[in-house]
């Protein structure tokens, strides 16, 4: 489904705006508006989420002997230039920022959640009057306190909730977790550390779907609105991200992401829910780390409908205390831009439908015969065995020289083995959530349309990039120079619905050298034998048979080295109704001699 991550703001940067370009859903601004009209003229459909500071605290409020009303219409009141005359572009406002009362048993907290829930329903109402609308609460992570028996302090708030269903507001909460995202949900739960496990009597805890600072969200809709029928209010996470949060197992730290990255270093992630971290040490990359994280809450909120978006802190910083949070200015955000992409055609699930609290009762109807089952589609030829990262090099249609490609494996081919070609097609073809196209001389594709405007029409997802060189020679100092990205994190679960429909039908011809071939001298020696007709290269034997094609040839260079298993049933099992052939050399001339014959033939 579409990701619902979003950027706060507590200072516009340019990677803020990449999740604009990318299509995210909302951005939050902190007292710093200025780019509203930029972010809009980017993204037309973004929603703007504001939260302005003022002076006084909601406790000063409440202490003053002010009614919540009077207390509302002060706070709304004495931001209305804010709000009406400065800053029109935002119709979404927020209150007072993470208010506390203590807990239920406390006292006065739930007089005083009672009162505060009485503002936020005043306040959404003087909000209307002006046009807007409101997010109520933002309440801190892991307040107010619910469990199945205790939902008294949001049985008190219920009423504010009412309010966002009929002023058209939305419930905003915080939720931030440490060392990991995942920390406290399911069986990630400090009584399961190496500390208690197997100890007498020890019985693994877990809460399954919820958690108990992120994913606290689902205690809340589940026991506390739904039987109000209050579930379809929607819900802003205005705040999420690492933040110590306690309850850690021995000798794991918490706090900012930040603070984490020595500690990740040094971590296997052997019972993550994620695959990435299960590398070596020499491969581990924090901030690519955080960012799965970071996707792997977007999957968690993707299941629920009422969720429309969580704004990530922080990008930009208005003081030093924020800057062990930022995820600006690093390559964090290139990912989860990558990753709005990927996922922005997705479909997103509609919100449950209003109900009243206490249904009527009915007679149970008599049950109907099923239905036939529906005839299932054919299957689509060439799905992936396994999602999986494609970057694919293509050069463009003016390229005729094989020196082209030659200048590709010169640069790249001992570090990154990057599939080569020259057709756009090949290129973002395939049921794949990580399509990444690396574009050499874009300009060459045309004006009419541009080849970024022909892949969003044919081959939403694709996410690309862009090299300009004038002769093989500038490619490969181009190539040496530039720091590509990494290829686009993959999930693990097929796009719903499939992308990478070929366009129409075409020919594809692969030529797939084994893993052994890691010197540049062989895809240099094919460059020479089959560059003439556009071949397809590379190294990807899943790359090699993707696609729902009528017409997919691989030719395996040297098929009996390097692969564990037989390559001809392996594309048997995985890419049924492709062509294998092989052909055999000892060094890169000779195969290359005996491709170009096969391919004359």
Not at 77 to 89: E, F, G, I, S, T
Not at 261 to 279: L, Q
Not at 547 to 575: C, H, M, S
């Amino acid at each position: 489904m579409a990701s619902k991550l979003c950027p706060h703001c507590l200072r516009p940067t340019p990677d803020a705006k990449l999740l604009v370009l990318a299509g995210c859903k909302l951005v939050k601004f902190v007292d710093d508006f200025g780019a509203a009209a930029e972010y809009l003229s980017l993204n037309p459909n973004l929603v703007i989420v504001g939260r302005g500071y003022v002076d006084y605290t909601l406790l000063q409020q409440l202490e003053s002997g002010a009614t919540p009303e009077a207390a509302a219409e002060q706070f709304v009141l004495d931001q209305k230039a804010r709000y009406y005359d400065h800053n029109p572009l935002i119709k979404i406002w927020e209150g007072h920022n993470e208010p506390s009362f203590g807990a239920p048993h406390e006292a006065n907290a739930l007089d005083r959640m009672a009162w505060y829930a009485r503002f936020e329903s005043a306040r959404l109402r003087y909000l209307a009057d002006f046009g807007l609308r409101g997010v109520i609460g933002n309440f801190s992570t892991g307040y107010p306190e619910i469990n199945k028996t205790d939902l008294r302090m949001w049985n008190a708030f219920l009423p504010a909730v009412q309010a966002a269903r009929n002023y058209n507001g939305c419930l905003g909460l915080h939720e931030y977790s440490a060392p990991w995202i995942w920390w406290m949900t399911g069986a990630y739960q400090r009584n399961n550390c190496a500390d208690r496990r197997f100890q007498p009597g020890w019985r693994e805890e877990n809460w399954g779907e919820f958690g108990w600072t992120t994913l606290r969200y689902r205690w809340v809709y589940r026991y506390a609105l739904a039987p109000a029928g209050l579930d379809s209010v929607p819900l802003i996470i205005t705040e999420f991200g690492a933040d110590a949060v306690g309850n850690n197992c021995p000798g794991t730290p918490s706090g900012a992401w930040k603070d984490l990255a020595d500690f990740w270093h040094a971590y296997d992630g052997a019972r993550d829910p994620i695959d990435y971290w299960r590398k070596p040490t020499s491969e581990r990359d924090a901030e690519r780390y955080f960012a799965e994280q970071l996707i792997w809450y977007d999957r968690e909120i993707q299941k629920d409908a009422y969720v429309l978006a969580t704004t990530i802190f922080t990008f930009g910083a208005s003081s030093p205390t924020w800057e062990r949070y930022r995820v600006d200015e690093t390559r964090i955000p290139g990912y989860l831009a990558a990753h709005i992409r990927q996922t922005i055609h997705e479909p997103t699930l509609p919100l449950p439908p209003l109900r009243p609290a206490t249904p009527s009762p009915s007679p149970t109807p008599e049950p109907s015969p099923p239905d036939l089952p529906p005839k299932p589609p054919p299957a689509a030829r060439g799905q992936p065995r396994e999602q999986y990262s494609r970057v694919y090099l293509l050069l463009p249609p003016n390229a005729i020289d094989p020196a082209w490609v030659e200048a590709v494996a010169e640069a790249t081919w001992s570090q990154r083995r990057f599939t080569i070609g020259a057709s756009a097609d090949d290129a973002g073809i395939g049921n794949l959530h990580g399509r990444m196209v690396v574009v050499i001389n874009p300009e060459a594709w045309g004006r009419n349309p541009t080849i970024d405007e022909w892949f969003a029409k044919h081959y939403p997802g694709v996410v690309y990039v862009t090299l300009h060189a004038n002769t093989p020679a500038e490619l490969v100092a181009r190539l040496r120079a530039t720091s590509l990205p990494s290829p686009v994190i993959a999930r693990p679960t097929p796009p719903q619905p499939a992308l990478g429909q070929p366009r129409e039908q075409y020919a594809r011809t692969y030529l797939l050298l084994n893993p052994n071939h890691t010197d540049p001298a062989w895809i240099k020696a094919l460059a020479r034998a089959g560059w003439a007709r556009r071949v397809t290269m590379g190294g990807s034997a899943d790359d090699a048979g993707i696609g729902d094609l009528n017409t997919r040839q691989v030719i395996v260079l040297n098929p009996r080295e390097g692969y564990a298993d037989d390559i001809f049933a392996w594309f048997a099992k995985y890419y049924p109704g492709t062509a294998v052939q092989g052909v055999e050399g000892r060094t890169p001339d000779e195969v290359a001699v005996r491709v170009k014959e096969l391919l004359q033939a």
